[in-house]
Structure formats: C-alpha cells, structure tokens
C-alpha cells in the first residue's frame, strides 16, 4: 500500500543556496520551481495523503524525508538530467523507493533515463500518474502506453500516451517545501500554465514533441481562478511588490485566437490588477483586437520568439517567419503599447562573426526592451538533433542552459560563445541600464534592473566555460 509519496525537482549545475542576490538575481540561485510538476504532486496529493515536493531550484531536498517513501518521482529537464540522475543513484542506494522519472528529457531520450530509474512515466502525466500509481498499488501490469523501463537488460517501451483532453488543475503551491519563504522575492514571478500545443513545426522545438502540434486549452474561469491564487501566493505582507508581473507560460498564447479572446475578456471582468507577460509568435503583432483587449487586461509585454534575424536561418531550421514580417509585428505591437521582450538563438550554419553585433542593431533599431540569447542546444528527440548530432561537441547535459555545444560551420564555438557574451553586455550595458531608469515606465524599470543583473550572471556562466571552447580544434 502507497502510503508516502516525494516529488524532487532538480537543480542545475550551480545549485541553490540563500544568497542575498536572490532578491535581485534571478536564476542565479533561485528560480521558480516547475508548475508542471506541483500539478502533478497536486493531483497525487489527493490520492495519497502524505505526498510533497521539494525543489533544488528553491531549496535543499530533506534526504532524511525523501528516502523512507515508497515512490520518488523525479522530473528532468535536459540541462538538470545529470543531477537528477545523481538524485536517482542515492536514493536508489540507500532506500527501498521505486524511482520513476518523468519530464522533458525523459519523454525524449526515455532509453537514457531509463538506464537511471525503475521506470519513466513519458509525456504529460496528469491521467498516466494515476493509472500508474493503481498499477503499483494493486499489483497490475504496468504495460500501458507511456512507460519506459529495462528488464533483464532489455528495454520495453509501451508507446506515447495520449495527452490529456482537459487539464485544469489549479496547483497547490503550498506543497512545494519552502516555495512560501522565497515566493516574496521580487525575482520569483506568479506563473500560470493555460495553454499547450503548437501548430507549427521548427525543427528545433520542444514544445510539438512534448505537447504536439494541437491546441488544448484551459477554461477560462479556471486560469482567472489560477492567476488569483498564483497573486496571493506571492504576495507579500507589509510592503508591495515591485514585481506585479504575472507570467502567462504558454508558448505560443495566439494559435487558438478564440480561446485567447475569451480568456482576455475574463481577465478584464475579473478585474484583477496586476501586470501580465506572455509568449508568442510574431502573428499576434498583426490582431489588433487582441492587441486592444491584451493592453486593457493589463498586458506589458509579448516575449516574441523570435529566433533569428536573417531569413536563410528561419528557412535552415523549417521556421515560417521573415525579418520584415517580424519586424511589422514589433512595430504594431509598440502601436498598441506593449513591449516586446526579444527570445533569439545563435548557432545557424550560416551564422558568423558579427552575428552578436547583428542582434544588438536589431534591438536598438527596433526598440526591444528585453531579450534573451541562447545558443541552440539541440535536445535529443528534436529534429534539430537528429541534423547536427554529428556536431555536438559533448552530451554534458548540464551545459545545455544556453552555452555553444557544437561545432557550427562558419565560426568557431569560442567565437560564438563570445558573440553571446557581446551582445548581451551591449543589451544590458550601464549606460542602457541609466537609460532604462531614467526614461522607461515604472514596471519596466524594475525589470529591466532585475534583468541587469541576471545577465551579469549568466554571462559569468558563459566566461566560465571559454577556457574549454578555446582548447578545442576546429
């Protein structure tokens, strides 16, 4: 009989610890611990009474606590898989727990995880968590599709599950051990899941493998209901948050317009006052209904996934964008009084010295006021993968967090790796960052200021790994 139940998410390669940059930095030492994941201890909690989660990305995992349970339930991203593989050994080690493993990187290098685990629990697990927990329970085969797991040296694979029709459960954040302490730091955004699926296909993307390429959505008073307690979660008690943004974590927030509309107008009646961020493609630039209805709900910015700044590397990697059309967007979005915050990626075939100097003109030029740049890390299961595998330079995991990991064609990863450092020191340069202070609006202040930093940090990360990159022959 399952009497007690642990959830672990885990860190990265630089683990948490309390740090006084917690309250400025963000994911530095702290970051906010997966929703996913707290739905899932959620939905298990009402089953089995004793379940909890902890998160390295908050706090330290109570070892004492987690292995006398009889299931630990791990879930992995690409860059936290080699820790949650060392998580896996010692609790296998030294308990009696079955250790199944889920998440991202498991739903798609399942025969790696494999190999760490009694079993991996594939794709979204809201129905195939319990299915499985009955299976344990009652003794009964677990042979439906989902599971991953070895046998006598041998690996069986039942198939992808099919992904649940309706998820709108509302996650219990108070599970997550010592999430309450640090949810008062202005560095921890409230986020809310409403929506998943893309209908477009880039080679490069997680989000079709993991959700596939339907929309599902959630009712719209369920996530009205959702930001609410996800607001009171992170409120503080004697002074105001600097921080009132709320982030909306689907990826592509436009693909279903009707739902989007409704879910716009049910923020508006609910008359919740609050700042709102969202993912989404370049077409959203193009409604201006949305748009309307976006600013009146209290909308600051679209974090527009906008990749590349060239059309031969949207064509390279099967992305239906141009700059010209994505730069209209940019523009009409502005019109309407939104921000864009900018998600690129370096690393194309076509990509070269000065490709960092290109992102930074098309910022300024196009008056971004936030961005992102990442080199592409290839997650195992895409199809971008599958293309450049004979380039990587490793299979370190814990470096894929943005770091250059393969051998482009036309720039070494050295200097690519030094074009990310760039352009993020211009973006984010002292002079910008007065700029910001003096000029922009009262939200953007902040996180602008939030951001300043957090760049610092990650391109302190990057440096790191320089003296590696240079030692390699090209």
């Given amino acids: 009989m399952i009497k007690k ?5 885990p860190g990265s390669c630089i683990p948490h610890k309390k740090s006084i940059a917690n309250i400025f930095t963000y994911n530095k030492y702290i970051r906010n611990p997966s929703t996913g994941l707290i739905i899932l201890t959620t939905i298990v909690k009402n089953v089995v009474e004793d379940t909890l989660m902890y998160s ?25 898989a080699i820790r949650g593989y060392e998580i896996a050994k010692q609790v296998k080690e030294n308990s009696k727990a079955l250790v199944v493993i889920g998440g991202l990187h498991a739903t798609l290098n399942y025969s790696e995880t494999a190999q760490n685990c009694d079993y ?12 499985f927990l009955e299976a344990v329970d009652k003794g009964f085969p677990i042979n439906f599709p989902g599971v991953a797991y070895y046998k006598d040296g041998a690996l069986f694979e039942t198939g992808s599950p099919i992904p649940p029709a309706s998820f709108e459960t509302i996650p219990d954040r108070d599970l997550v051990v010592g999430y309450k302490k640090v949810a008062k730091y202005d560095t921890l955004w409230p986020q809310v899941h409403a929506a998943r699926g893309c209908p477009h296909n880039c080679d490069y993307c997680t989000v079709i493998k993991l959700f596939g390429r339907t929309m599902r959505t959630r009712l719209p008073q369920n996530v009205v209901e959702d930001i609410r307690q996800a607001i009171a979660f992170h409120k503080r008690k004697v002074f105001p948050r600097l921080n009132d943004v709320v982030w909306i974590t689907d990826d592509n927030f436009h693909a279903d317009r009707e739902w989007a509309v409704s879910l716009l107008k049910a923020i508006i009646d609910s008359k919740i006052k609050c700042h709102f961020s969202v993912q989404a493609r370049y077409e959203i630039g193009f409604d201006d209904e949305l748009l309307g209805l976006m600013k009146k709900a209290g909308f600051i910015e679209v974090a527009m996934g906008i990749e590349f700044v060239d059309d031969e590397s949207f064509k390279e990697f099967h992305k239906k964008s141009t700059r010209y059309e994505i730069v209209q967007s940019i523009q009409n979005i502005q019109k309407h009084g939104i921000g864009v ?30 961005v992102l740049i990442q080199s592409m890390f290839f997650v ?18 814990e470096k894929y967090n943005g770091n250059v990991v393969h051998y482009p064609k036309n720039i070494t990863p050295y200097q690519l790796q030094q074009e990310i450092i760039s352009a993020s020191a211009n973006i984010y340069s002292v ?16 996180l602008f200021l939030g951001e300043f930093f957090w760049q610092k940090s990650f391109r302190k990360e990057l440096k790191d790994e320089l003296p590696y990159l240079k030692s390699l022959k090209c």
């Fill in 380 to 397: 195992p299961g895409t199809v971008a993968y599958d293309t450049h595998k004979e380039c990587l330079i490793h299979e370190n995991w």
């Fill in 5 to 9: 139940i642990r959830f672990i998410e």
């Fill in 120 to 131: 991996v629990l594939r794709g979204e697990g809201e129905e195939l968590i319990l299915k």
């Fill in 431 to 446: 002079k910008r960052l007065f700029k910001a202070l003096f000029t922009y609006k009262w939200i953007n202040k902040v």
């Fill in 56 to 80: 390295e990305a908050i706090n330290d995992i109570d070892f004492y606590d987690v292995l006398d349970s009889d299931i630990v339930f791990i879930g992995i991203n690409t860059f936290s």
């Fill in 341 to 370: 915050r900018g998600l690129f990626m370096v690393g194309a075939d076509n990509h070269t010295v000065g490709v960092g100097k290109q992102i930074v003109d098309f910022v300024v030029q196009n008056k971004i006021h936030g």
